[in-house]
Structures are given as C-alpha cells and as structure tokens.
C-alpha cells in the first residue's frame, strides 16, 4: 500500500517513519525546500544557520525522545538544568530552579519557595493556588478550557505580582501570547506534566542546526529504507471525489498529481484550510478549522563580535518585548566558533510587529535588550536576521480546544497529523509526534476495521 503524507515537519517525518514501519510505500512531500517546518533552519549568505525559532526540548517529551532513539538521533540535545533564569532592567538573574534530588512535584514547589523572584506572601500563595492541578488530573484541567489562565490564577488567589512576574512568560513561552489571551488548559497541562515526573522540566536545546542534527540524518535514514523525501514540492489542492467520498489525489504545485491509496496531511492547519476542496471544507470536523488560528510569532538573531551575556540557558524576561532568548555560542556546542554571541531572541506578543519593516523590529529589539544586557552596547552588532512566522501555533484561546480535530476524518482514506489536531499534550514538538502516533493508530485500525476503504494506486 502507499502513504502520501504531506508536510516535512516533526509530524510528517514521525507519520512517514511509522508508516514504513508497517510496510507502506511512503512518500513524503514538502512545499519549501527546507524540511523541518515550524523547526527548520537555512544557511544565510555567509554560510551561517539561520533558524526558525528558538526550540525548547523538555525531559517530559517521551515520545518525541523514544522516536529519535529509534532513529538512533537520541544524542541532539544539550540538557540544561531544570529551571527558569528570569532577567530584568536593572535587577540581577532570578532563577527559578528544580530543586536536585527531590522527587516531583516537591522540587518544584522547592524552586518555588527558595526563588529570589518572589516575597514570601507570594511564594506561599501561588504554592497552595497550584496545588490543585499539581495533585490533580488531566479531566480537572480539560474543564478549565473555558476561561484565561489570568482568570483561573486569580480565581485562586495568587495575585497580579506572580501573575506578571512569571505566569506571562511561561504563556508566552507556550504560545507566544500573554496568560490573559490563552486558555487556562495549556498553562495547566504544562505544569501537570513537569509536576508529576522529576525528569520532566529538564531542558535541551538542540547542540546546534536542527537541520544538520535531526533533519537531515533522518532523511537520510528514510530514503535508505525506502521512503522518497520530496523537497521543494507543495500541494496545491487535496483532490477529492464527494460521491465516493474518497481523497483521489493530492494535485501539486508543479501541474502534476500523486495518488496512493492513504493520504495524510501533517502541513500547518492554515495551509490544510487553504487546499481543502469546498466540499470537505462543508464536513465536520474541517468546518471547524477556522476557529484554529496560527498564532504570529517573530524571532530575532543577533551577531556580535564578542560574547554579551553570561548565561548557559534560556533565559526569560517579563517586562519587555523578548519573552525568551538564548545566546546559541553558550547553549548549543555546534555554535562555539569563537567569534562572539549569537543571541537569538523570541519576540511575543507580535501581532504589531509581524509586518513592521526590519529597521523597526530591530530597534525594538535592540532597546530592550540592551536594557537587559548594558555589556551588549560596548560590542559591535555584525549583522541580523528577522525571521517571521505569521502562522505558528495555532492560538489557544479559551474554548478553542473543543475545535482539535481527531487524525481520523469523514473521509476513510485521509488522515491528519499536527501539533493542533486531538492529543494529550499541547501545541509544541512533542504533541507533533503524538499527533503522528495517533495518524497511524488510526490508519491502521481503519485497514483492519474496513480494509475495502483500500484500494491499491494506479
């Protein structure tokens, strides 16, 4: 049987592999001539990677660990130590740090407490507001959906001081938008994670180009076993037969069409709206994508000719316009070519600067950080990428969440994978890969349950 999966990001790559797995003929397609998608990198003009964001990898992204250790990739990251190193104007690094040798949650409600970031009365009140999802469950946070994570924080008494000072960045983090925009479930279900298992919060970051440590390994390693990675190559529109109520093709940027007998769309929610044919577009659960909006995110990289900053982690601040930000020579191996920082700087909320000129974000961005690190105006900025992405993410804004389609369609014969679609985790790599297990799971209890919905390609 053949597979045509569209889209060469994370749950592309996974669906493929999986799917070979089981003996499918499987090609892969990818409109832009990079792979990777939301965590794709290029080379610049002068031979320099140019990524498409700062990633984060956490030790609670299991099946995102189990599947580059079944591709034998599972050496990508660098692991940091479990903690949140917050910086502001003026005011020394306040880590927020995973206490060691404690078991979860208790090194996290210890962080907590021994934090220079917050007064005790803080400390002591945000510790009892998150004992309820710490202790709870994933059906109490699914119930939570309906309102902010700002409103939920403040139902329970923790207060504007930690609301500004920590819980706007995590959903910054999370989702490039502010705790008073996103959904109390995504904030809760990331703490439920990192609470519930000691190795969970731990962070990596790739030891360098996501491209040459994951992509392009594991191109190679498909095509070696069979699957045709096709680069450059984008559907056009997903060709579809309403009387048989079959996906018959998938017509290509190029005038040419490719047919198989399963197709899955692992491409971003917004490019799957745009290549649905009316008549899916009427089905549910396809009507509903429009409520599945990307979320606009823009990510600065900034070239000095001396290092700038100090610190051998992400690092995060609260009151200005980066939420998070790395400085790649520190944190990633690849990058120590001795020539000064590479700082790369995520820039969220960016609804007002998504299309403002490059000077303008520039400016912006220099200003705070150079508020953030004085040192930086004594080097010499070389040069500086703007990279924007106007859809990431889609943006979990309450009651959203009811609007995830499962992988399995009306239509037998097309699935779906991505970070949006039905799974346990939120909007982020790892949901990818699970996205992707359960594509399969679901193509494969469909061949069992009907295997005439199979008809073998031309």
């Not at 031979?47 to 034998?72: M, P, Q, R, T």
């Not at 949650?105 to 009140?125: C, E, F, W």
């Not at 076993?225 to 190559?233: F, M």
Request: aromatic residues 8%; proline residues 7%.
């Amino acid at each position: 049987m053949r597979a045509i999966v569209a889209g060469a990001g994370p749950a592309g790559f996974a669906t493929a592999k999986w799917l070979n797995d089981r003996g499918y003929e499987v090609v892969l397609l990818e409109r832009r001539g990079v792979p990777g998608g939301k965590v794709s990198a290029w080379r610049d003009a002068d031979g320099d990677w140019v990524e498409s964001g700062l990633h984060v990898f956490f030790g609670a992204y299991h099946n995102l660990l189990n599947f580059l250790a079944e591709c034998d990739l599972n050496d990508c990251f660098d692991w940091k130590p479990a903690e949140m190193v917050f910086i502001a104007p003026g005011h020394a690094l306040a880590p927020i740090r995973f206490v060691p040798g404690l078991p979860a949650p208790l090194n996290g409600l210890a962080g907590v407490a021994i934090s220079p970031l917050m007064s005790t009365a803080d400390k002591l009140r945000m510790g009892l507001g998150l004992l309820r999802p710490i202790f709870g469950s994933q059906a109490y946070i699914d119930q939570q959906d309906n309102q902010t994570y700002a409103a939920w924080h403040l139902r329970h008494g923790m207060g504007t001081r930690t609301l500004d000072d920590v819980m706007h960045t995590m959903a910054l983090a999370l989702n490039f938008q502010r705790a008073d925009r996103v959904s109390a479930k995504l904030v809760l279900t990331a703490l439920l994670h990192f609470a519930q298992e000691t190795n969970a919060p731990k962070m990596g970051l790739v030891k360098g180009s996501p491209h040459e440590r994951l992509w392009a390994p594991l191109i190679t390693k498909l095509e070696a076993r069979g699957v045709r990675v096709v680069l450059g190559r984008g559907v056009e529109e997903i060709m579809y037969d309403p009387l048989d109520n079959r996906v018959t093709g998938f017509a290509l940027d190029d005038g040419s069409t490719i047919t198989g007998d399963v197709y899955v769309s692992a491409m971003p929610v917004h490019n799957l709206r745009k290549r649905l044919p009316a008549p899916m577009k009427a089905l549910e659960p396809f009507a509903n994508l429009r409520y599945l909006k990307g979320q606009p995110v823009v990510t600065a990289v900034l070239y000095f000719d001396k290092m700038v900053t100090e610190v051998n982690n992400l690092m995060f601040s609260a009151d200005t316009c980066l939420s998070v930000y790395a400085d790649l020579p520190r944190v990633s191996p690849d990058y120590h070519t001795g020539r000064g920082s590479i700082v790369e700087l995520v820039v969220a909320p960016a609804e007002q600067l998504i299309n403002a000129p490059d000077a303008v974000v520039l400016e912006t961005v220099l200003n705070d950080f150079y508020r953030l690190h004085p040192v930086a105006r004594t080097a010499r900025l070389l040069k500086q990428h703007i990279v924007r992405i106007p859809n990431s993410v889609y943006s979990a804004r309450p009651g959203v969440d009811r609007y995830r389609p499962d992988q399995a369609t009306p239509v037998p014969n097309f699935f779906l994978a991505g970070d949006y679609t039905r799974q346990e985790f939120m909007a982020s790599i790892e949901g990818a890969i699970r996205s992707a297990r359960r594509a399969v799971d679901r193509i494969d209890q469909a061949v069992v349950r009907q295997p005439e919905l199979v008809v073998t390609a031309p």
